[in-house]
């Protein structure tokens, strides 16, 4: 501590300087008492009283654990274990990642500053100790351990969020025990995939059973993903919810569909919708699109599966528009596959290509399948070779709803 202006003449913006961070918790390590009993002083004029002394490396790690500090003040010349190697032993230890050692050592050579980073250190002074340089370092690194803390736990609280909104937007799906229930029911069997592409999605789906004895099924997919997709989510679903789809014929709900949420979207925001009906009576499988991506159906026999047409003004564009019905036949054993985008906007051809996938090569890939022994294998086989194709970097949605035969 030789040449270091005494504690008690530090100027007043020197000793303020500290405000806000009283409850910062500093260890000293050095086995020198003098010195340690010198920084000590110099730290409570700056404004930290929460002090702990260590006496060497095997020390310092003890201390640690019980004094859990903000700050090392280190010194690397040390008996029994110098400060190289319990820099080594703290960095090995995740809970101490991110904790600052603030070096102060009377070593000054190149070599020496560049062994002490490469063992941990966050920063280096070199003794006779400069008063104001030293507490000017500390306050950094205890300021920027304070922000680290704040954004961790602000991470932390926004993870437990997402996981609420995550757990409520699986909540809007079928279970299992709902659609075990409708296959008994009625002899259609389901078998899905939802895959959002981050924390959150913006592709829903839902499945009724009317009480004629008739199905009635939806999938929605949101522009954009993540929390904005998400929201509108749960909106269109109690929109849906509301309407109910009893009375309606596909075009018509999706028309009213669509007029409430003209007045709910923000500028710019839509979304792509196929509602239907599968009429297990009549054979017949109703629906109406709103942009969305064309229906599958695959007829026994067919060697591959047919197309139905997915054209129609998206959902949130304009209050007055509306929908066409369709109709494609649904014999026993016919399977509907519906999917969101993200299946057919794969990229293909190499990194210069603009080509993907679209509605043909997903018929083609789902031909390749229609050997497999059941549903399930049929649909993760499926999967298995849109993720072989290529990077899917949007929420990925698909249905697979089979007439029993």
């Known amino acids: 501590m030789t040449g270091s202006p005494p504690p008690g003449l530090l100027p007043i913006e020197t000793r303020d300087a500290f405000d806000g961070l009283a409850g910062a918790r500093v260890l000293v390590v050095d086995d020198n008492r003098i010195n340690r009993h010198l920084l000590l002083a110099l730290l409570e004029r700056g404004g930290i009283t929460l002090i702990e002394q260590a006496e060497d490396g095997h020390d310092a790690l003890v201390r640690i654990e019980r004094f859990k500090p903000d700050l090392v003040l280190l010194d690397l010349m040390m008996p029994q ?9 703290l960095r090995a230890d995740p809970r101490w990642k991110s904790l600052p050692v603030l070096v102060q050592s009377s070593l000054n050579r190149a070599e020496d500053r560049a062994r002490a980073f490469a063992a941990g250190a966050t920063d280096y002074v070199t003794k006779p100790i400069n008063a104001v340089e030293l507490l000017a370092r500390v306050r950094i690194h205890l300021r920027k351990r304070t922000m680290l803390r704040d954004l961790q736990q602000y991470h932390s609280c926004t993870e437990a969020e997402l996981e609420l909104a995550r757990a409520m937007q699986a909540r809007m799906l079928p279970g299992p025990d709902r659609l075990a229930e409708l296959e008994a029911a009625t002899g259609i069997a389901i078998h899905t995939h ?8 913006g592709d829903f789906w839902g499945i009724d059973r009317l009480p004629d004895g008739r199905v009635a099924v939806y999938l929605v997919d949101f522009s ?4 904005g997709a998400a929201l ?3 909106r269109l679903d109690a929109i849906c919810r509301q ?6 014929s596909p075009a018509e709900f999706l028309a009213a569909v669509n007029r409430r949420l003209c007045g709910l979207l923000p500028c710019g925001q839509f979304a792509t919708m196929l509602t239907g009906v599968i009429d297990p009576a009549a054979g017949l499988f109703h629906y ?5 991506t064309a229906p599958m159906m695959w007829h026994p026999g067919d060697e591959a599966p047919r197309l139905g047409d997915g054209s129609g003004l998206p959902l949130g564009l304009l209050a007055s528009a509306s929908y066409d019905s369709r109709l494609m036949p649904m014999p026993p054993g016919a399977r509907l596959f519906l999917y969101s985008d993200a299946a057919i906007e794969i990229p293909i051809g190499g990194e210069d290509s603009h080509e ?3 509605e043909y090569g997903l018929a083609t890939l789902f031909a390749r399948r229609l050997q497999e022994p059941d549903d399930a294998a049929l649909l993760s086989g499926l999967l298995a070779d849109l993720a072989a ?14 007439r029993r035969e």
């Open 194 to 201: 939802f895959a959002p592409s981050s924390e959150l999605g």
């Open 224 to 227: 954009g993903h993540g929390v």
């Open 356 to 358: 993907v996938l679209d």
């Open 288 to 292: 109406a699109s709103a942009g969305s």
């Open 243 to 248: 309407i109910g789809s009893t009375e309606l």
């Open 232 to 234: 509108n989510t749960f």
């Open 81 to 89: 274990m110098d400060g190289f190697e319990m820099c080594r032993r």
């Open 389 to 402: 194709t290529g990077p899917i970097d949007d929420d990925l949605t698909a249905l697979l709803l089979t």
